[in-house]
């Protein structure tokens, strides 16, 4: 663990050297009602990892939203960077992870005089902070969605086909057999649960042509972002 800590330390502190400046760019205000209140003091651990499933979905959605907005010009879609900012998705999904990510958030970065990075404390809050953590935290291996996404594909073919013709569908199966996939995608933090296109797939399938259809639409955009 130590050896895995120095290591990730390491490559975030090169990766914030190459930062893009964001003095330029207007903060995007995040909509954070949905989620339960944290108090006034900053916490040091994410409050919305361990709250049930219902909770954590809604800081995922809520942080894809903030972080794409906010986050994504430098650190880059989907948090998978392109070597200029630091690869936040390796951060450790634990409190000495969630440190060093607050930290971050809430002062800045600065280098030379030139702000790499703002102070989103006061600017988006303590709650849309830890939603974006929470969606980066959760983004799946890479390596992983490789590894079934033939698999995905020949689903994504499947429901398409029932969504034209549901004769024979078996909804029950196929969302089991997405939930089988989606545990078996691990995330780069070490967070239990990788937010996939597999697990939000197998949600989408209601036995109804439309939810057939939008479950293929998920694999096929979640599929295409990940090559």
Not at 78 to 104: I, T
Not at 205 to 226: F, N, Q, R, V
């Amino acid at each position: 663990m130590a050896i895995r800590i120095a290591a990730t330390t390491m490559a975030l502190l090169a990766g914030t050297t190459l930062a893009l400046a964001h003095g330029d760019v207007a903060p995007q205000p995040v909509d954070t009602a949905a989620l339960p209140d944290v108090g006034e003091e900053w916490l040091i651990e994410n409050p919305y990892r361990d709250q049930g499933m219902e909770v954590w979905q809604e800081a995922v959605d809520i942080g894809a939203s903030g972080y794409n907005q906010n986050c994504a010009r430098c650190h880059g879609l989907g948090a998978v960077s392109g070597g200029l900012a630091p690869d936040l998705r390796y951060l450790e999904a634990e409190e000495y992870g969630d440190e060093w990510y607050m930290e971050r958030y809430r002062f800045g970065y600065t280098q030379n005089g030139i702000t790499k990075m703002p102070a989103f404390d006061e600017l988006l809050g303590q709650k849309a902070g830890w939603a974006i953590r929470t969606y980066i935290e959760t983004r799946p291996d890479d390596v992983a969605m490789e590894d079934v996404t033939p698999e995905l594909k020949g689903i994504r073919d499947q429901l398409l086909g029932w969504a034209e013709d549901a004769a024979g569908a078996d909804p029950d199966g196929v969302k089991a057999q997405l939930a089988e996939i989606a545990e078996g995608i691990e995330t780069l933090s070490g967070a239990p649960l990788a937010d996939s296109v597999a697990y939000r797939a197998a949600f989408q399938i209601d036995g109804s042509a439309e939810g057939y259809k939008l479950a293929a639409e998920t694999l096929t955009i979640g599929l295409s972002a990940a090559q």
